[in-house]
Nanobody, 119 residues
């Protein structure tokens, strides 16, 4: 059974940092793209960042460029999102995803981890 399990969320003050992890099990994703999305209360889920299979190509939403860094460790089958200079508008449930199908659509999704940034 394929599982993506996010961790590392929590409550942080404005300007703080968090590092999210997404541990994959059930199959290897070392040859697949992966990504992070987030959903704020009352809003749709939106793209945050993506990374190709090798980690050599990354993309970011304009709202997080320069503050967030996506990375992966294929040996550990784990995806990461380093979030710095956090703002209250970054408050959301963060989801990891694997195996892109079309733009914004991935085959596998995690359950999400809550990130709350207090002002």
């Amino acid at each position: 059974q394929v599982q993506l399990v996010e961790s590392g969320g929590g409550l942080v003050q404005t300007g703080g940092s968090l590092r999210l992890s997404c541990a994959a099990s059930g199959r290897s994703f070392s040859s697949n793209g992966m990504g992070w999305f987030r959903q704020a209360p009352g809003k749709e889920r939106v793209f945050v960042a993506s990374i190709n299979w090798s980690g050599g190509i990354t993309n970011y939403a304009d709202s997080v460029k320069g503050r967030f860094t996506i990375s992966r460790d294929n040996a550990k089958n784990t995806l990461y999102l380093q979030m710095n200079s956090l703002k209250p508008e970054d408050t959301a449930v963060y989801y990891c995803a694997a195996v892109p199908q079309t733009v914004g659509l991935y085959r596998y999704w995690g359950q999400g981890t809550q990130v709350t940034v207090s002002s």
